[in-house]
């Protein structure tokens, strides 16, 4: 399992969530575990929850880690990190130090060049943190000189700029990571596994060279290092590396590339290969093609703690796949929020919710639809927060009938996994649809519940999701004008020229799949007020938003809407000059608002509910809050009728 900076790293607990986190996965199938990143000095933490190795306040959750991980038989590495340049300053009040003094876009400072003392300093720092990490019972360390934090820094000559012993050319540059493999290598001795995540391509015009990299990959191996991780891209790379519509592998040969010159150079030192590898079936495409010796994973022990040993048991129908949304995850990572996941709202939280079972479907009669009785549970709505919720109430041993008026379970989901690379969120819908029936959570899918078909429950989880907003204007009755919905359900007969009403990131997502459908479309987006896109995660909307400008989708942003015509939308753009945005088809994508009816029937019914989603609230609806309230909900309704006194059941 690669290295993921979590945010639990300094929580107040002991460390107890960060053990049970790596312990799960450990015993879920992962033999190597890498932790996030733990800074050797202030200076070079990432972030005020990064853990600091030299510190003494965080050796006990450090270690408790590693005891956890042991004791489930895995192996836990310390990956000895230092963000150089991407550095915050307001962190610890300290400025960011890096090889020369080059801006940081993604840290938005200018560091301070390291002056020799520094330089000695912070490669002590490492070797002290090395041994540390050893001394705290972890089995390896990993070095951090990749994605362009300090080692990679001093190897790229975009960011080092000297001309002395540490840099001038590309020998110089290496200098600074052999020094300090060598460092750790004498701190730990020379049976302790020391790893380097060193770089296989930063995706940064101007960098090194794939030449360069390859020398420096056989000198670490040449120089001590076990194994070398390989990794790719900067924050700053204009080239998305781990986003969703990265296909699968993408990167696999990039390993390959350096395996093969470690290899001309008659080493032996093992190359780990990863990014976008998201299933167990890939991974031993990767490792039979020699892409890699190893393959390490990431966000798909997020997903899913049980996807080595799922899969190893031929279950691939229950693995839940990690779709690339980086929402839970990446997103987080880069503030204070604890990491958890989309699709498995429990990662992150494993103290406080238990695991939900794998079990065998019940061999039974299809299901019909029913009333319910004493103890059962009717949850409404088969999207996001009602599948979370029906397979988190089923796992705690409640009744549950889950009602979808569609045929298909998935909701939005359905919709999204049209997208172009957003088909994982399909994987999402097959994993509940295996997953529920060895819940005994009955599945009653083209079935409409009203209130009165609910009375009789011992409580109504109400997940029926939301409906596109209504937009007032006039002209929205005439023929060419559809809702998103519809252009989702049939895009083949949306017209040539698009006009969308809304720009936020369904529209963005309809607009992609419109253009790669037919890529002689005149697609144009639009809103009031706002960015393009707004609500799109940080680490995917720059990158999905540089895919519609490379289609030619036009993006407007300031404009006040006058009427729909049979032309397509008279709008005035931010001064004021009017302007026909041309339509064949007119799609309205202007936000969502909740599908409320039927909690309103079942309070006049009396019947116990709780609404969740969107149908509680349509404002900033993500499918990160929908899983997350399916979690929360399941698990305080079950609880509610365990601690509820029994019933007598009628004959």
């Known amino acids: 399992m690669g290295s993921m900076h979590l945010n639990l790293e300094r929580t107040d607990d002991g460390g107890a969530a960060l053990a049970q986190f790596y312990r799960e996965r450990a015993l879920g199938g992962a033999d190597l575990i890498?932790?996030?990143?733990?800074?050797?000095?202030?200076?070079?933490?990432?972030?005020?929850?990064?853990?600091?190795?030299?510190?003494?306040?965080?050796?006990?959750?450090?270690?408790?880690?590693?005891?956890?991980?042991?004791?489930?038989?895995?192996?836990?590495?310390?990956?000895?990190?230092?963000?150089?340049?991407?550095?915050?300053?307001?962190?610890?009040?300290?400025?960011p130090l890096a090889p020369s003094s080059v801006y940081s876009r993604f840290s938005r400072c200018e560091p301070e060049a390291m002056d020799e003392e520094q330089i000695q300093r912070t490669i002590a720092d490492f070797a002290s943190g090395a041994h540390r990490a050893r001394e705290l019972g972890f089995d390896a360390v990993e070095i951090m000189a990749s994605e362009g934090y300090l080692i990679n820094q001093f190897v790229s000559p975009l960011t080092n700029l000297r001309d002395d012993a540490w840099g001038g050319d590309a020998e110089r540059r290496r200098r600074f990571p052999l020094a300090v493999?060598?460092?750790?290598?004498?701190?730990?001795?020379?049976?302790?596994?020391?790893?380097?995540?060193?770089?296989?391509?930063?995706?940064?015009?101007?960098?090194?060279?794939?030449?360069?990299?390859?020398d420096l990959a056989v000198e670490l191996a040449a120089g001590?290092?076990?194994?070398?991780?390989?990794?790719?891209?900067?924050?700053?790379?204009?080239?998305?590396?781990?986003?969703?519509?990265?296909?699968?592998?993408?990167?696999?040969?990039?390993?390959r590339r350096v395996r093969t010159a470690v290899r001309a150079a008659g080493l032996e030192t093992?190359?780990?290969?990863?990014?976008?590898?998201?299933?167990?079936?890939?991974?031993?495409?990767?490792?039979?093609?020699?892409?890699?010796?190893?393959?390490?994973?990431?966000?798909?022990?997020l997903a899913d703690p049980r996807i080595v040993?799922?899969?190893?048991?031929?279950?691939?129908?229950?693995?839940?796949?990690?779709?690339?949304?980086?929402?839970?995850?990446?997103?987080?990572?880069?503030?204070?929020?604890?990491?958890?996941?989309?699709?498995?709202?429990?990662?992150?939280?494993?103290?406080?919710?238990?695991?939900?079972?794998?079990r065998a479907v019940p061999s039974r009669t299809p299901p019909a639809a029913r009333a319910g009785g004493p103890g059962r549970v009717a949850v409404v709505g088969a999207g996001p927060a009602g599948l979370q919720a029906a397979a988190t109430l089923g796992a705690a041993g409640v009744r549950v009938d889950l009602y979808e008026a569609e045929d298909e379970i998935g909701g939005q989901f359905q919709l999204a996994g049209r997208v172009p690379g957003k088909s994982d969120f399909l994987e999402t819908i097959r994993y509940f649809e295996n997953l529920l029936p060895g819940l005994d959570v009955r599945v009653l899918t083209g079935t409409e519940a009203t209130a009165a078909s609910l009375v009789g429950y011992a409580h109504v989880v109400v997940a029926t999701g939301v409906l596109p907003r209504t937009v007032r204007l006039p002209g929205t009755e005439l023929g060419h004008v559809i809702d998103y919905r519809e252009a989702f359900a049939a895009p083949g007969r949306v017209g040539r020229r698009v006009a969308i009403v809304g720009a936020g990131g369904i529209a963005v997502d309809l607009a992609h799949l419109l253009a790669e459908a037919n890529p002689?479309?005149?697609?144009?987006?639009?809103?009031?007020?706002?960015?393009?896109?707004?609500?799109?995660?940080?680490?995917?909307?720059?990158?999905?938003?540089?895919?519609?400008?490379?289609?030619g989708v036009r993006t407007l942003t300031g404009v006040g809407y006058r009427r729909i015509t049979a032309d397509g939308v008279e709008i005035t753009d931010p001064e004021g000059a009017l302007e026909l945005i041309p339509g064949d088809?007119?799609?309205?994508?202007?936000?969502?608002?909740?599908?409320?009816?039927?909690?309103?029937g079942l309070a006049h019914e009396g019947v116990p509910h709780t609404v969740i989603g969107g149908a509680r609230d349509a404002s900033g609806l993500n499918a990160v809050r929908a899983f997350d309230d399916g979690l929360r909900t399941g698990s305080a309704v079950a609880v509610m009728l365990a601690d509820a006194p029994a019933e007598p059941v009628q004959a």
Do not use: K
């Open 585 to 600: 088809t007119v799609i309205l994508a202007a936000g969502q608002e909740p599908r409320a009816a039927l909690a309103e």
């Open 520 to 551: 002689e479309r005149e697609i144009t987006i639009m809103r009031r007020s706002g960015r393009i896109g707004a609500g799109i995660g940080p680490s995917t909307r720059w990158a999905v938003l540089a895919e519609l400008r490379a289609a």
């Open 181 to 214: 493999l060598r460092a750790v290598r004498e701190a730990v001795g020379p049976e302790f596994p020391v790893i380097v995540r060193t770089s296989g391509a930063d995706l940064m015009d101007g960098s090194s060279t794939d030449r360069e990299l390859d």
């Open 224 to 255: 001590g290092a076990d194994a070398l991780n390989v990794g790719v891209g900067w924050h700053e790379s204009a080239v998305p590396t781990v986003q969703a519509l990265v296909p699968h592998g993408h990167w696999l040969a990039v390993a």
């Open 34 to 95: 890498i932790t996030g990143g733990a800074a050797v000095n202030r200076e070079g933490a990432g972030g005020g929850t990064y853990a600091l190795v030299n510190e003494p306040e965080s050796a006990p959750a450090l270690a408790r880690a590693a005891a956890a991980v042991q004791e489930a038989g895995g192996h836990l590495a310390l990956q000895l990190f230092h963000a150089g340049r991407y550095a915050f300053e307001a962190t610890f009040g300290l400025r």
């Open 270 to 301: 093992p190359v780990i290969a990863s990014n976008r590898i998201n299933s167990v079936p890939l991974a031993d495409e990767a490792l039979a093609r020699g892409d890699g010796d190893l393959v390490a994973m990431a966000r798909p022990f």
């Open 309 to 358: 040993e799922t899969s190893r048991a031929g279950r691939l129908e229950l693995v839940n796949t990690c779709i690339g949304c980086n929402e839970a995850c990446l997103d987080r990572s880069f503030g204070d929020e604890p990491v958890s996941c989309l699709v498995n709202p429990r990662a992150g939280r494993e103290l406080e919710y238990p695991p939900i079972p794998l």
